[in-house]
């Protein structure tokens, strides 16, 4: 399944806000708080967010659960860097063939201009 992801430093966006859906602007003032007091006012302001906040805080106060996590974006992580190495192996591959086939390439120029030296060098100097 091809994936696309766009990543955002929330310290950027907390500089400087970007013109966007509102929707997505509080997604990522959710994310960059991490300041008590301006959560607990975030959160009052958008009770939306307040069982995701809670959810989260229960992640991080049950670490065997946090830890799973964490194995399993590793897991993810070397399946991508096996992926990866398995991408470059075969541009590696490619980039060899395009070599030969290029020197080929080169090999029949060279023939083709030293029959072409040779023809005309039979028919006295004259082309047809």
């Not at 994936?3 to 400087?16: E, P």
């Not at 106060?61 to 964490?70: C, G, I």
């Not at 390439?105 to 100097?125: P, Q």
Request: glycine share 2%; with cysteine.
């Amino acid at each position: 399944m091809i994936q696309y992801y766009d990543y955002i430093c929330l310290d950027v966006f907390k500089k400087n806000k970007p013109r966007t859906t509102e929707q997505l602007i509080l997604w990522l003032d959710f994310l960059s708080i991490t300041d008590t007091a301006q959560m607990q006012e975030f959160l009052s302001e958008h009770p939306e967010y307040v069982e995701i906040y809670a959810r989260a805080c229960e992640m991080l106060a049950d670490r065997e659960e946090l830890s799973n996590m964490l194995a399993e974006l590793a897991y993810e992580e070397d399946i991508v860097a096996s992926i990866n190495k398995t991408n470059e192996s075969r541009i590696r591959v490619m980039k060899n063939q395009l070599k030969e086939k290029d020197a080929r390439i080169r090999e029949l120029e060279a023939r083709v201009s030293e029959l072409s030296e040779k023809n005309r060098n039979e028919t006295g100097g004259t082309t047809v």
